[in-house]
């Protein structure tokens, strides 16, 4: 079965633009998690949807906002891009989320300029 | 705070060596999963360990959980190129999330 996808792959954008990303979890599955990864940072939790609505969130400002369609597909949005923004992002999908096995996608490389 | 700190940070070793690599945190987890990473790709969960003292082997690969469950090690033996990746610990954080570890870096010379 298809795994994880995510489009666009690598984007580059300039500061104080706004960029969305998307994510199509595995087929079946209903939670859809995403990631931050940097060199200095590591991998940082963003925020995981289930059944269209957010259910946990992490330590990103505002301009981090995400949503979640009755497909399970799911978007994220970064507002007022800063160059700090520049990451690989990364969604992953679980069956139900709690305690599930995630599997990721290949991610999205945004570099801002 | 929850905190997964992993050492080595990196590891460059020869083809048929030995090496283990290690996952530690002062909070206890109620479970802890190992992935392996290469550039341009997302992690790939390669086991979850659930039982204190657990040992899992895959392959070359073997896996164990602290009997206190605060920590986790990788051990892998006669090290192959294609071992090559970032391998990173993660463990639950609160109901919904994850939170991961540093990542160790390890390359595998032929």
């Known amino acids: 079965k298809a795994g994880v996808t995510q489009t666009p792959r690598y984007l580059i954008k300039t500061r104080g633009q706004q960029v969305t990303l998307s994510c199509s979890p595995i087929?079946?599955?209903?939670?859809v998690s995403w990631y931050q990864q940097t060199p200095g940072q590591g991998l940082q939790f963003l925020f995981e949807?289930?059944?269209?609505?957010?259910?946990n969130k992490g330590n990103f400002p505002g301009r981090f906002s995400g949503r979640q369609f009755s497909n399970s597909r799911s978007e994220m949005n970064v507002s007022t891009l800063e160059l700090g923004d520049s990451a690989l992002y990364l969604c992953a999908s679980s069956r139900a989320g709690t305690r599930d096995e995630q599997y990721f996608g290949p991610g999205t490389r945004l570099t801002v300029t | 705070t929850q905190l997964l700190e992993q050492s080595p940070q990196f590891l460059s070793i020869q083809e048929g060596e030995n090496l283990t690599v290690y996952c530690n945190s002062s909070s206890v987890f109620s479970s802890l999963q190992w992935y392996r990473q290469e550039p341009g790709e997302g992690p790939v969960l390669l086991v979850t360990v659930v039982t204190g003292g657990e040992v899992k082997k895959l392959k070359r690969l073997t896996f164990q959980f602290g009997d206190a469950r605060k920590d986790s090690s990788l051990h892998i033996t006669a090290a192959q190129p294609g071992d090559t990746g970032l391998y990173l610990c993660a463990g639950p954080s609160g109901t919904y999330k994850y939170i991961f570890g540093t990542g160790t870096r390890l390359k595998v010379l032929a």
């Open positions: 949807y289930f059944s269209e609505t957010q259910r």
């Open positions: 087929s079946g599955h209903r939670s």
